[in-house]
């Protein structure tokens, strides 16, 4: 089976027996976990129906664009118009668009010139494809054979850039009277770009599941390219083998939260290299120290055995969370990704104990991220870890400041002799909490421990007022939002809800907190309500 049909076959039957034989007029693709693989999918199924020889393919032309790209209408015109007719504009020439020999008429105006574009491009296809030297029979049954096919990718984007052209680009087959059928490919369902009022016809649906996790493991085996060369590294084909059982590892670690080949190939991609590296410096110190040059046959690398692979799979299983943690949000990139994890030179030589398991913990990477943060996320980060870890009743006894400046209660613990012991909030897990409450922690914090690193400011002459002004300022709103795109802080109500303040809840551990409180000096245990 061809590669690119992987997990595609039934579209690609369905697909192809639509267009060559009697395509609907409006075709609607949902595609929720992989459409720029559907859609290459589709490219290729209807430049291979295109080029089949014989048979009444070759009559469709087809033209795929991408709804982002088009920002405008004209764009959408040009690039529908430009492809159908195969014609690339030139810089040298003033990257003039597609347009009849000696006609002057412009069809990227309005939607109207659209059509009469799309009519002049069927008539100009049917004209190349008239066959000299037969009657006028056969130059009138392939005037009816050209059909044209539109798709059109990140349809969902129509309804925000151009919602006007919705119902016409559904109803294009009727408007010209041509031989047309158009293909939204969208990531949404239907319902919710559909225009109102059913100006718009009803399509033929075809919706596509999710790629099971035998198919994207079929795909990153395929992608291996290998080569006999030393010099080809991680991809030499002697480690083919272990290549399939490292995509096998990783898709079980990624296809819980991650359903798109091309994310899974972008992780595998940025530890591949550093998996096999110990295999490729055992084989090198190898070749140093203990064979035969002369000896061809010893220089070949040899795939690793299954103890090797098992050594493997215990050293670097921790790291593939890592890398999805980090790699598929595009915290960063797989280039830095892959050379802040590098392993150790000689791993498989080291004995068990020598080897360093700092790199490989997911929660290293949080702690770096946390922080590198500016001083003010720092600070909302601890109010954040406060907010989830103490009650509500308890925020005025451990930050309210009266005048007579009462000591700080903590709960006391009392010991029964019958009963079930309760266990700490801390060991539960965050609680939300909602912003005010967030703010209103900040500005204690601030007003305890960030008072001598502040600029003078005179004007500012009632205790507590600066702070109110650092708290009120945009740019914490800002980076409660930030911290939240991170996954440092998660939001527990929707985006859309204008009643009452959003909820949050702490997105960091208790290690980390204290990792930040320690570099902001503020004393973290004596501010929670129940450290045990």
């Known amino acids: 089976m061809e590669s690119w049909k992987f997990g595609y076959e039934e579209l690609c039957d369905e697909l192809s027996t639509l267009i060559a034989n009697f395509p609907p007029p409006f075709i609607y693709i949902y595609d929720t976990a992989c459409p720029r693989i559907t859609g290459s999918t589709i490219a290729t199924l ?84 008239k066959v000299k030297g037969k009657g006028k029979e056969r130059m009138k049954s392939e005037a009816d054979e050209v059909r044209l096919v539109i798709v059109i990718e990140c349809a969902e984007r129509l309804k925000e850039t151009l919602p006007e052209l919705l119902v016409p680009l559904t109803r294009l087959t009727e408007l010209t009277q041509l031989d047309l059928s158009v293909i939204l490919l969208s990531e949404v369902r239907w319902e919710a770009i559909r225009p109102p009022l059913g100006a718009s016809p009803d399509p033929y ?23 006999n060369d030393l010099s080809a590294g991680p991809y030499h084909a002697s480690l083919k083998g272990l290549y399939s059982h490292f995509a096998t590892v990783l898709c079980d670690v990624c296809y819980p939260f991650v359903h798109d080949p091309l994310e899974i190939e972008y992780i595998a991609a940025a530890r591949w290299p550093g998996f096999v590296q110990p295999v490729l410096d055992e084989h090198r110190r190898f070749l140093a120290d203990e064979m035969d040059l002369d000896d061809p046959e010893q220089a070949q690398l040899e795939p690793p055995a299954e103890v090797v692979r098992m050594r493997l799979s215990r050293l670097f299983n921790a790291s593939l969370s890592a890398a999805l943690e980090e790699l598929y949000p595009r915290l960063t990139n797989a280039t830095d990704w892959a050379a802040k994890n590098k392993p150790e030179p000689d791993l498989l030589s080291a004995q068990p104990a020598e080897i360093p398991r700092g790199k490989d913990q997911p929660g290293k990477s949080s702690e770096a991220a946390a922080l590198a943060l500016p001083r003010m996320s720092r600070f909302i980060l601890v109010a954040t870890f406060l907010a989830s870890t103490n009650p509500g009743k308890s925020d005025i006894r451990m930050f309210g400041r009266g005048l007579d400046e009462k000591k700080r209660r903590r709960r006391v613990r009392k010991t029964t002799k019958s009963g079930p012991t309760k266990v700490p909030q801390r ?16 500005g204690a914090l601030l007003e305890e421990n960030d008072v001598e690193t502040r600029l003078l400011a005179p004007e500012f002459k009632i205790p507590g007022e600066y702070t109110d002004m650092e708290t009120s300022r945009v ?14 802080i998660h939001r527990t109500t929707p985006g859309d809800r204008i009643d009452g303040p959003p909820s949050f809840k702490c997105g960091i551990s208790y290690d980390v907190a204290l990792a930040l409180a320690k570099e902001l000096s503020i004393p973290l245990n004596d501010l929670m309500w129940d450290p045990a």
């Not at 060991?427 to 900040?442: H, K, M, N, S, T």
């Open 46 to 129: 209807l430049d291979r129906i295109v080029s089949t020889d014989p048979g009444p393919s070759k009559r469709i032309h087809f033209a795929k664009v991408n709804a982002i790209a088009c920002l405008t209408a004209r764009l959408l015109y040009d690039s529908i118009l430009n492809v159908l007719a195969k014609w690339s504009p030139d810089w040298n020439d003033g990257c003039p668009n597609w347009s009849l020999e000696g006609d002057t008429q412009r069809f990227n105006e309005n939607f109207d010139g659209f059509i009469h574009g799309l009519r002049a491009v069927s008539s100009h296809l049917r004209d190349k494809s």
């Open 205 to 227: 649906f075809i919706d596509l599941p999710p790629l099971s996790k035998e198919v994207i493991v079929q795909r990153l085996i395929f992608n291996f390219t290998p080569s």
């Open 427 to 442: 060991l539960l897990g965050p609680v939300a909490f909602p912003l005010d409450r967030l703010l209103a922690i900040l």
């Open 475 to 488: 740019a914490v709103y800002s980076a409660v939002m930030e911290l939240t795109s991170m996954r440092l």
